[in-house]
C-alpha cells in the first residue's frame, strides 16, 4: 500500500488525553484508516512501543571546583505487534472508507 493512498491513519487510546499508563497496565483503543483510493493489501500491522527516558545533572562542589554528575536513564515497557489483517496468501481489497479496528 503506498503512502498516497492514506488519508487518515490514526491510532485513538481509550481514556483521557492526558491519561499516563504504568507498567502492566493494559491499554486499548481504536486505529482508524481512511484511504484516498481502494487498495489491495495482504497483511496490515501497527507496531507499537511505551518508552520513558530521564535525564538529569547533578553537581557538588569539592574544595574549590564543582564536579557535575550526568545521568540517564530509559526504560522500554512494551513493544508489541498488532495485526490488523493477518498476512494472506492473496490479497485482500480495503476501500476507500474509513476503517475501524479495535480490540
Sequence with gaps: MALSSVRLFQVELDGPDDAVYTGGEAVSGRVALELRRDVRVRS??????????????????????????????????????????????????IKSQIVTWSD
Design 44 to 93: 496490515l500491522t501497527v507496531l507499537g512501543s511505551g518508552v520513558a527516558a530521564a535525564r538529569w545533572l547533578e553537581n557538588r562542589n569539592v574544595g574549590v571546583n564543582t564536579v557535575y554528575n550526568d545521568y540517564t536513564s530509559k526504560i522500554t515497557y512494551f513493544r508489541r505487534r498488532q495485526p490488523l489483517i493477518r498476512g494472506q496468501i492473496r490479497s485482500c481489497c
